[in-house]
């Protein structure tokens, strides 16, 4: 089978999807469940996990039994605010070691600060986690973070919750074949085709949660994605035909013609 590993775990679902958005805990519990994820991001700062004693639980409806809990920082814009974000999830989730890092540079686009980032990083690394790190479509950027000790790196295809799709093929490839660690989209999948483009390009994964979440039928949506990210790495793997201006070879056999 052809299962994405991570941090030396194997999953049989590309796609990762993110629990915030939705309208309430049951539609996201339908959705991420069509969806067919494994691995569920949430917002330390913004969502319960038993922090808040007396309100409902994100654990509740998406019991740790079932999927893997990947802890985020949404909301951090320095180092020292991620890290200690990231310290409180695992001393919320007994232990738990694989985190995603976002260390945002503004607020209105949401981009990342890729100096924080780096920093953030290198202390969540020597302190024993394993990191999976939103970025930018910087090849550069992304080498050092593989470098570092991240075990997977995950760039932007364009702004987070934008919808805008795969602005950055190129940068993307470029990332892609210098990885020695997963490379999974993060931000910017709007619909099931961007999903397909991104997988065709080689991408390892995505993560999303916009395109899921602030769809007029999330549920339906999280089936359609489900099946894009299966369609674009099996298209990946099949490799597709080159692109031609023309092709002056017919596709039916023109010998014994009558």
């Given at each position: 089978m052809d299962e994405l590993v991570i941090a030396g775990?194997?999953?049989s679902s590309r796609l990762l999807v993110g629990t915030g958005k939705y309208r309430d805990f049951e539609e996201t519990r339908l959705a991420v469940a069509e969806s067919g994820a494994e691995i569920v991001t949430v917002a330390i700062r913004r969502t319960n996990i038993g922090q808040n004693k007396d309100e409902p639980s994100l654990l509740d409806i998406l019991p740790p039994s079932q999927y893997t809990y990947l802890p985020n920082t949404a909301g951090c814009y320095d180092a020292?605010?991620?890290v200690r974000t990231l310290?409180?999830?695992r001393e919320l989730l007994d232990g738990h070691d694989l985190v995603k890092l976002e260390v945002l540079g503004d607020?209105?686009?949401?981009y990342p600060n890729v100096v924080e980032t780096l920093d953030a990083a290198k202390t969540l690394v020597k302190e024993g986690f394993k990191v999976m790190v939103y970025t930018s479509d910087d090849p550069i950027v992304a080498k050092q973070l593989e470098e570092i000790g991240c075990v997977a790196v995950m760039?932007?295809?364009?702004?987070?919750?934008?919808?805008?799709?795969?602005l950055n093929p190129w940068n993307l490839a470029i990332i892609i074949e210098n990885a020695k660690v997963p490379?999974?989209?993060?931000?910017g999948v709007g619909t099931a085709s961007d999903a397909a483009i991104a997988m065709e390009l080689g991408c390892d994964g995505i993560l999303?949660?916009?395109?899921?979440?602030?769809?007029k039928h999330p549920v339906l949506m999280a089936s359609a994605m489900k099946k894009a990210v299966i369609a674009g790495r099996e298209a990946y793997l099949a490799g597709r035909?080159?692109?031609?201006?023309?092709?002056?070879?017919?596709?039916?056999?023109?010998?014994?013609?009558?």
């Open positions: 775990k194997a999953y020292k605010e991620a310290m409180l999830a607020p209105k686009t949401l760039p932007l295809a364009s702004l987070i919750g934008s919808g805008m799709g795969i490379v999974l989209v993060d931000a999303m949660n916009t395109a899921i979440a602030a769809a035909m080159p692109k031609k201006r023309y092709s002056a070879t017919p596709s039916s056999p023109t010998t014994g013609l009558i």
